[in-house]
């Protein structure tokens, strides 16, 4: 439905304040852009806001996000009350993560990304899930695993390496491999290029 001037004015200045990271103008942007997505999306919201495929195509085409995996977990990370929709408030604060987020909000991001099963911890098999999908496959590779693995070992080198699993390795009684924020978070802080080490979470820099 149309919202009033007056009705527009005071979501964008409650999302204004809430979202943070962005200003009047590009929350009043963001809302106008939200509207137009919405008339794109099935009826089954009746205006309330749009479904995972809106999201999934709008972030593919406007930001360049192609791993499908990532998508339908950001597309979770936004859809906060996990009603399968997108609401205006959503919308913003969720690309006020995803574009302007600090380093601790976009680790948030990118770990719960790579935590699948949603239990706090990265396993290898998660690492293993992720790279898989965001690895290139050449047709004629008829046995991709082995180079993921491969990837994985080198990741977990590299981390380790960056003081990720010095804490962890220590209390690590069953050698699982897992992975705590904790963990991610000091590796990351050492080394920002680690932000995105099991797949591309965020928008590139154009």
Request: proline share 2%; glycine share 6%.
């Amino acid at each position: 439905a149309a919202m009033s001037r007056k009705g527009m004015k005071l979501l964008v200045d409650s999302l204004t304040r809430s979202a943070k990271h962005f200003n009047k103008s590009e929350v009043e942007c963001l809302v106008k852009l939200f509207d137009t997505l919405v008339a794109k999306a099935c009826r089954e919201y009746a205006g309330a806001g749009f479904d995972r495929t809106v999201f999934r195509d709008t972030l593919h085409s406007a930001l360049g996000m192609m791993d499908e995996v990532v998508l339908d977990r950001v597309f979770s990370i936004f859809d906060g009350d996990n009603d399968g929709c997108i609401t205006v408030v959503e919308w913003v604060e969720g690309l006020a993560v995803l574009l302007r987020g600090t380093l601790e909000e976009k680790m948030k991001l990118c770990f719960t990304v790579y935590d699948l099963n949603g239990d706090g911890y990265i396993s290898k098999e998660e690492m293993f899930q992720m790279l898989k999908n965001s690895l290139l496959i050449q047709p004629a590779d008829e046995e991709p695993d082995e180079g993921v693995k491969d990837l994985v070992e080198i990741a977990l080198k590299k981390m380790a390496s960056t003081c990720l699993f010095v804490a962890f390795l220590l209390q690590d009684h069953d050698h699982d491999g897992k992975l705590s924020f904790t963990d991610f978070e000091k590796a990351v802080r050492d080394e920002n290029l680690l932000l995105e080490a099991f797949g591309p979470c965020l928008p590139d820099i154009k």
